[in-house]
């Protein structure tokens, strides 16, 4: 043993030279760097990158299934711009309410106030305009203004009181729920200034108005989730609370923003709702939660697996809307609807659930 220790390892301060003659000790030494050794480890790589890519990308093809599936089952009806027009529009709110999910997620945290700040925001901004002769721009503004209190309250609750996220927004929007009500008088209002309605019922290359804002609002959150140090941090409490608070990252502010940002934007998902809608509901945000969470939690498998992230939540979005319309045009049950949200949120946390697990173990 003492032998081969001295004739192997070189004295310290020196390199090894190679092996004098004889094909056996080059091939000693080179083997495991080449050879059918290297090559089978190359191939297992690339077999493992590309299966990794189709996971992340998943999504896209079963969305190429469906649209061909209800494309040979319904040609006539499902082929058709009118069914692309209507799916872009009345999806629209639903990515935005989405897309308020987003930030609190990223740092672990719940918001399932965002029904009840839509709701708000569709009361408020109608009766300053039809009972209060409020202009649209003036009502807009203060509509903005309310919902960033209400995402203030929230933090308030879950970051100075404590209380989970869960049931602090559970709470909360079940007193923004009692407040429709109270604004309203139970009444439903429908005199909304033309000049409003307008900026939600035009259209741009044919496409519904909405569908636009939806793609400005997607921009600035994806623009902060990955290039502002703020979206990092997000990610980074959301990961590990505690490590982060060791390596100096303020998770109660971040945990602050994210709940307004949510508010804030449920808030305008709201007002685009009225646009469209051009008259008030009593429960209008309700409807939307469910997919909202579906999308989210099902766009966190995808692209960036294991982490909440825009694009997956939008390509999420427009999947379930496919589905839910090919379903409705083939004459399913009106109550199809929640059956398939309800079921995609269970398997869509179930994947999200072992994504991350997966992240975590490589």
């Given at each position: 043993m003492s032998r081969d220790s001295s004739e192997t390892l070189p004295p310290e301060g020196t390199s090894a030279a190679p092996p004098e003659g004889g094909a056996a000790g080059g091939a000693a030494v080179t083997a495991p760097s080449g050879g059918r050794g290297g090559g089978g480890l190359s191939l297992a790589a690339v077999g493992h990158a590309?299966?990794?890519?189709?996971?992340?990308?998943?999504?896209?093809?079963?969305?190429?299934?469906?649209?061909?599936?209800?494309?040979?089952?319904?040609?006539?009806?499902?082929?058709?711009?009118?069914?692309?027009?209507?799916?872009?529009?009345?999806?629209?709110?639903?990515?935005?309410?989405?897309?308020?999910?987003?930030?609190?997620?990223?740092?672990?945290?719940?918001?399932?106030?965002?029904?009840?700040?839509?709701?708000i925001a569709v009361i408020v901004v109608a009766s300053l305009m039809a009972k209060m002769n409020v202009s649209p721009a003036f009502a807009i503004a203060l509509t903005l203004l309310a919902g960033i209190l209400i995402g203030v309250f929230n933090s308030y609750v879950v970051g100075v009181l404590k209380v989970n996220s869960f049931i602090a927004t559970l709470g909360s929007g079940s007193i923004l729920v009692a407040m429709q009500q109270w604004i309203s008088g139970g009444e439903v209002i429908t005199q909304i200034p033309k000049g409003f309605t307008s900026l939600g019922r035009g259209t741009l290359f044919t496409i519904p108005m909405p569908f636009f804002y939806m793609l400005v609002i997607a921009g600035l959150v994806w623009y902060l989730l990955e290039y502002r140090q703020t979206g990092r941090y997000l990610y980074a409490a959301g990961s590990n609370a505690d490590a982060a608070r060791l390596a100096g990252v303020r998770v109660g502010r971040l945990t602050a923003i994210g709940l307004v940002i949510s508010a804030g934007i449920a808030t305008i998902a709201g007002i685009i709702f009225l646009m469209r809608i051009g008259s008030t509901s009593l429960n209008a945000g309700a409807p939307y939660l469910l997919p909202a969470f579906a999308a989210v939690f099902l766009g966190a498998t995808q692209f960036k697996e294991g982490n909440v992230n825009v694009p997956g939540t939008l390509v999420a979005v427009y999947v379930l809307a496919?589905?839910?319309?090919?379903?409705?045009?083939?004459?399913?049950?009106?109550?199809?609807?929640?059956?398939?949200?309800?079921?995609?949120?269970?398997?869509?946390?179930?994947?999200?659930?072992?994504s991350g697990r997966q992240s975590s173990a490589l």
């Open positions: 590309l299966a990794s890519g189709v996971r992340n990308a998943s999504l896209l093809f079963i969305w190429a299934g469906l649209i061909i599936l209800f494309g040979i089952l319904e040609p006539h009806t499902f082929l058709s711009m009118n069914t692309a027009r209507t799916i872009m529009g009345e999806q629209a709110v639903t990515a935005i309410m989405a897309l308020a999910l987003v930030g609190p997620i990223a740092a672990r945290q719940f918001d399932l106030s965002i029904s009840g700040a839509f709701g496919t589905g839910v319309k090919g379903v409705q045009l083939l004459g399913a049950q009106f109550w199809m609807d929640e059956v398939i949200n309800g079921a995609v949120l269970i398997i869509a946390v179930a994947l999200a659930v072992r």
